[in-house]
């Protein structure tokens, strides 16, 4: 167990609709990373916050959007969902420090999205 | 464009031998490389790797970068069942950019 908990496990929706991920980073961890895992495309890294603000972006639709909350819990919003969105996301958390690199992720349990 | 590339795709071994695995990479602005094990569920930190030939080691697993050459590889000693698993290869690159390679499936057969 990492210590980084995603909600919800799984999730099923119908083409068009809009989903929300939650995750919450471990203890004292203020980087929190999204990631989208497919099988055809692996583990795709999609942004990162760090202590609320926006800290990098990676190949993330301008469908997806996300946000960190004062209590550092995140959530990724998926909108107008296309059946090629069904993978596994997953969150993950560092301890980063502002402007420094952080490269020990750790990952939670995933959320796995079925688009239908 | 930055790639990760991770060989071989799939590998069945017997309980006991040795293996190892290729990540070579193609990106810029590079930073470190990482090595993770993913079994049924999120991956698993195992190795971050910055400097050309410092061999990183825990227990059976060792792992070591060639920043000339830009690849890496992971060695896994004495397999058990217990290694059975997806290793993936990453690359951080400055403004912290990631790039995943799409693993190598590691079977370990008793």
């Known amino acids: 167990d990492s210590g980084v908990t995603q909600t919800p496990k799984h999730l099923i929706t119908a083409t068009g609709q809009r989903v929300t991920l939650r995750c919450s980073p471990r203890s004292g961890d203020l980087s929190v990373y999204w990631y989208q895992q497919s099988l055809d495309q692996g583990l795709q890294f999609l942004i990162q916050y760090y202590n609320g603000e926006e800290r990098a972006k990676g190949n993330i639709l301008e469908r997806f959007s996300a946000q960190q909350f004062p209590d550092l819990h995140s959530e990724l919003n998926l909108s107008s969902l296309e059946l090629g969105d069904s993978a596994l996301y997953f969150c993950?958390?560092?301890?980063?420090?502002?402007?420094?690199?952080?490269?020990?992720?750790?990952f939670g349990p995933g959320t796995r999205l079925l688009v239908l | 464009e930055d790639k990760v590339v991770q060989s071989p795709l799939s590998l069945v071994v017997h309980e006991g031998d040795t293996v190892t695995l290729n990540c070579s990479y193609e990106?810029?602005?590079?930073?470190?490389l990482l090595w993770y094990k993913q079994e049924k569920k999120a991956p698993t930190f195992l190795f971050m790797l910055?400097?050309?030939?410092i061999e990183k080691k825990s227990g059976r697993l060792s792992s070591i970068l060639d920043k000339k050459e830009l690849f890496s590889i992971l060695n896994i000693t004495a397999t058990q069942t217990g290694d059975s698993a997806v290793y993936l290869c990453a690359v951080a690159a400055t403004g912290n950019q990631f790039y995943f390679g799409t693993g190598t499936s590691l079977t370990v057969i008793p």
């Open positions: 993950a958390s560092s301890v980063a420090t502002s402007g420094g690199p952080q490269e020990t992720q750790y």
């Open positions: 990106v810029t602005n590079f930073r470190s």
């Open positions: 910055t400097s050309s030939g």
